[in-house]
């Protein structure tokens, strides 16, 4: 991935748009949008279509992915 690449959050400071508008123009659900500006949730590739044709741009040029750190959480369980 070339380091030129933004994630939707810059896009949308970029484009000066925020997550409900973000959610309007691409038609997908405004929590799930919040969920992918947080780096929370990474959208499925129809989802990535449609918020990358909002900034005229093609999924594979788009950075994404999550911020938060996935844990494992390792354990004997209820005992």
């Not at 500006?37 to 990358?52: F, K, M, N, V």
């Not at 900034?55 to 844990?71: N, Y």
């Amino acid at each position: 991935m070339p380091d030129s690449m933004k994630n939707v959050a810059q896009l949308c400071l970029d484009h000066g748009i925020d997550g409900r508008a973000l959610a309007e123009r691409s038609g997908l659900d405004e929590q799930r949008v919040l969920a992918i500006l947080l780096g929370r949730w990474t959208p499925s590739p129809e989802d990535r279509d449609a918020i990358a044709a909002v900034f005229g741009l093609t999924r594979d040029q788009i950075a994404w992915g999550h911020k938060t750190p996935i844990q494992h959480i390792y354990g004997q369980g209820p005992g």
